[in-house]
């Protein structure tokens, strides 16, 4: 079993809707990382989260360390925001090594 | 450089081969990774370097994977006698330390025909 499980594998959504995507895990972490992974193109990273909730424009990161989750939300999505989004966590006691979802792949249509 | 750079950016290579793949990371950066993507999976975890020194290299897949960074700056993954499972997205990311943000290389596609 994936120490890192996301949901859903792919979504579609009109442009303007909100979007969530979610990651759940069953270790304990250090941190979570959210990334973006355009086609053909290099990996992002979004955010790193270790408690809380982060904002950077339409994009918002939440974590709750209890339930170990993380939540991406994307507010009024665009055509430009279709990309592979990755959640990975760094695991306690593992010196720094991440572990990686398998992705969830969005496409927005305008 | 501004990015962590990856070169070749695509390697094709018969099987029974060997190739080396290079990273330079972020001027600065001590952490440095690298992952194995197939397609439609998420990087999988092959080594981690802290300085020079390979703090973790629990996932590289067998002896024929090798990965050295000696002045803890450029690292390269040294594949043996390549196969044709070896065939995959190589990428690379660095960190400035421990707890840091990852920075990633825009990969190196191998394949081995």
């Known amino acids: 079993k994936n120490e890192v499980e996301q949901s859903p594998q792919n979504l579609t959504a009109q442009e303007g809707e909100f979007i969530t995507i979610n990651c759940s895990y069953s270790?304990?972490?250090?941190?979570l990382h959210w990334l973006q992974q355009h086609p053909g193109g290099g990996i992002v990273s979004l955010f790193m989260?270790?408690?809380g909730k982060k904002k950077h424009g339409r994009l918002i990161a939440t974590i709750n360390i209890q339930e170990k989750h993380s939540s991406l939300h994307i507010t009024a999505s665009h055509p430009r925001d279709s990309a592979v989004y990755i959640c990975a966590v760094r695991r306690l006691n593992t010196g720094n090594q991440f572990y990686f979802g398998t992705g969830t792949s969005l496409t927005v249509i305008p | 450089g501004a990015g962590v750079s990856q070169t070749p950016s695509n390697k094709v290579t018969e099987k029974g081969k060997y190739v080396e793949l290079r990273c330079d990371p972020i001027s600065g950066h001590t952490a440095l990774y690298w992952y194995r993507q197939s397609l439609g999976q998420g990087p999988e975890f092959l080594i981690y370097f802290q300085g020079t020194g390979a703090a973790d290299d629990s996932g590289l897949p067998n002896d024929r994977f090798f990965a050295v960074r000696p002045e803890g700056s450029v690292s390269t993954l040294k594949i043996q006698r390549t196969e044709r499972g070896d065939s995959a997205v190589y990428l690379c990311?660095?960190?400035?330390?421990?707890?840091?943000?990852?920075?990633f290389g825009s990969g190196t596609q191998l394949s081995v025909l």
């Open positions: 989260l270790s408690s």
């Open positions: 270790v304990g972490i250090s941190a």
């Open positions: 990311a660095s960190s400035r330390s421990r707890g840091e943000g990852l920075f």
